[in-house]
């Protein structure tokens, strides 16, 4: 339950108790400052309180947008304040001190609520100030004022505001015109009937699991049924972070979820397409693994970019002020969106090539594709990286560790290399890291299965990805460090597995890929949610990225090809079933722990 204590004296014909209470507030009146103290104080500790002029004139949404958003702890609107529970001690300091008229702050109209708001403002607290748009929130001086105020509410719907802001503001071309434009509308339909957004996430990703079903019967009609369901999966995915927006019911959870889903539902549908292309007689585990991994080492490069220049200094350059310039053009913004293959460009692409040609051509579509799209992204960010002068910070360094994933072996050789790696060029860690993954990735192409040199590669794989993370992550290409790693340890279980040659080595080497993705998925969104990478005994626990390569390629050394299949899906299920049930009690323990609500409104995954 939420409190919300209404200042001053009631105004004739307001609607703003019966708002407040439609928001889920109990509303209770205070006459002056100490009164509201004295309803502070005798508030749960473990409730959010709002603190609201009496006087005020707006919309219910500039309200809501305002008091009940979670993500937030502290938040305001002309005219009202919240704060969550652990920022109420901050709100209570905030109206001691500014319980005198003006609050040593000029204001237009002396109420209480802004008065508290400058005060947070004075302590450096951080309030989140919400952009209302045409929405009206204010505190009118007088009754003309007052009447222009609630002329002003009548003149703007407030519901169409409501709908158009539960659109993402950056997304793809196809969402954008093609999903959005009726998934909103939805997003309400749900909302009026009590469902949440981890609901329709859960419903999105049995669509899809069914749609993958549908791709494994191998029949055109199968097919064309995949196809469909895939972007009736779509739908509901672009519903569910339009309801969290339309109804601002942000979780943690919800976050872990729309996020993860979203790999889950991608690669199981690519599981999908490979079992019916092989009831017709054609192998493509190797291309459905191949996308997979390109997939995955895209989101690295994504997400290893952003972690660098997170919150580094004078992050400016020639390339992105070029951007900039170039996103003042409407056509081009549309187009490079395009480019870079969104999820609703490759998604509405896999169903409409699954429902009227065949999974290769399919995989090999998707393929290049996303390889272009990889090019073009990359090659912008190293441009980016080389032409700006930034300078990263420690903790970007660490998110970039931690994005790495290294095990016990390296971190051994990094120890062992610390003196030789601080004298080392600037350009030393992505070049060890690309130079040791091509060298095992290489090696195990180019040598028969079952050989020693894969084994002797990966070794060697060992120190250069120990040389790789000796010193702090700052350099200018340092965030290739990660994307490299994970290319190398996927690219060399996807050839071990291929050249082994016999029926169920690759679905094995799919399924252990895909255990691994998970975790380093995993890693990314703890991040982002500022909940730190995962425990140091979950990485040793399942080796490491070179760990993990070494014992690959030991075993394909030391076994047959079929006893290197067992293998490999004996490693996949133990992999699965560590990092799923960490995740699982990781983010449920953080949900009701009351963590911090985010969402992610960045780049089109």
């Given amino acids: 339950m939420s409190t919300a204590i209404l200042t001053g004296p009631p105004v004739p014909g307001s609607s703003i108790e019966g708002d407040l209470r439609a928001l889920g507030f109990d509303v209770r009146h205070a006459p002056d400052a100490a009164g509201t103290g004295a309803l502070l104080a005798a508030v749960p500790a473990g409730e959010r309180v709002a ?13 809501r947008l305002g008091l009940t958003d979670p993500r937030f702890p502290l938040a305001a609107v002309p005219g009202a304040v919240t704060a969550r529970p652990d920022a109420r001690p901050a709100l209570a300091r ?4 500014g319980d005198a008229p003006g609050g040593g702050t000029a204001l237009a109209v002396d109420s209480l609520a802004d008065r508290v708001t400058a005060a947070l403002d004075a302590d450096g607290a951080a309030v989140h100030r919400p952009e209302l748009g045409r929405l009206v929130a204010a505190v009118p001086a007088d009754p003309q004022t007052r009447n222009e105020a609630r002329q002003a509410v009548a003149s703007v719907d407030d519901e169409a505001v409501r709908l158009k802001s539960a659109v993402k503001a950056r997304d793809g071309f196809t969402t954008t015109f093609l999903i959005s434009p009726y998934s909103r509308y939805l997003a309400r339909w749900c909302a009026r009937r009590g469902l949440t957004p981890n609901q329709v996430t859960t419903a999105s990703l049995l669509t899809a699991l069914i749609a993958a079903g549908c791709a494994a019967t191998g029949t ?3 097919f064309v049924a995949a196809g469909v369901l895939l972007i009736a999966s779509f739908v509901l995915d672009c519903t569910d972070g339009q309801l969290a927006r339309y109804s601002l019911q942000y979780s943690t959870l919800g976050a872990w979820l729309d996020a993860t889903f979203d790999r889950a539902k991608e690669y199981a549908y690519y599981a999908g397409l490979a079992l019916g292309a092989a009831r017709g007689g054609d192998d493509v585990w190797a291309l459905a693994l ?6 995955t080492c895209r989101h690295v490069v994504d997400f290893s970019f952003t972690e660098a220049n997170h919150d580094a200094t004078a992050n400016t350059s ?4 070029l951007s900039d310039r170039l996103d003042s053009v409407g056509w081009t913004v549309w187009l490079r969106r395009m480019i870079v ?4 460009e490759r998604w509405a692409m896999i169903a409409v090539l699954t429902a009227v040609t065949t999974p290769r051509v399919t995989f090999y579509a998707l393929l290049v594709g996303c390889a272009l799209a990889a090019t073009y992204t990359t ?4 441009l980016r990286s080389l032409t700006r002068r930034a300078v990263r910070t420690d903790r970007a360094a660490v998110a970039l560790a931690d994005l790495a994933d290294s095990g016990p072996p390296a971190g051994a050789a990094a120890r062992a290399l610390a003196g030789p790696a601080r004298r080392a060029p600037s350009f030393t860690p992505p070049a060890v890291a690309l130079l040791g993954g091509a060298l095992v990735v290489g090696t195990a192409a180019l040598t028969g299965f079952g050989g020693p040199w894969p084994v002797l590669a990966a070794l060697g794989y060992v120190l250069t990805s120990g040389l790789a993370v000796a010193r702090p992550l700052k350099g200018a290409l340092d965030w290739l460090v990660p994307p490299f790693l994970r290319a190398a340890e996927y690219g060399t279980v996807l050839v071990l597995a291929a050249r082994a040659d016999v029926d169920g080595a690759l679905p094995a080497a799919f399924g252990l890929v895909s255990a691994v993705a998970y975790h380093h998925y995993d890693t990314v969104y703890r991040i982002r949610g500022d909940a730190g990478a995962p425990p140091h005994w979950l990485v040793r626990a399942i080796g490491g990225h070179e760990g ?4 690959v390629t030991v075993l394909a050394f030391l076994l047959t090809a079929t006893g290197f299949t067992a293998a490999l899906t004996a490693l996949a299920v133990a992999v699965a079933l560590v990092v799923l049930l960490e995740s699982i009690r990781f983010w449920v323990a953080a949900h009701r722990g009351g963590a911090p609500a985010v969402h992610d409104e960045g780049e089109p995954a």
């Fill in 379 to 382: 090659a912008g960010r190293v």
């Fill in 341 to 344: 293959l969104p999820i609703g």
């Fill in 290 to 295: 191949g996308a997979m991994v390109l997939q």
């Fill in 94 to 97: 905030a109206l001691a001190g």
């Fill in 51 to 63: 603190v609201v002029d009496a006087r005020f004139v707006g919309h219910p949404h500039a309200l």
């Fill in 548 to 551: 993990r390569t070494l014992l």
């Fill in 318 to 321: 020639p390339t992105a002020a």
């Fill in 220 to 222: 055109r009609g199968g």
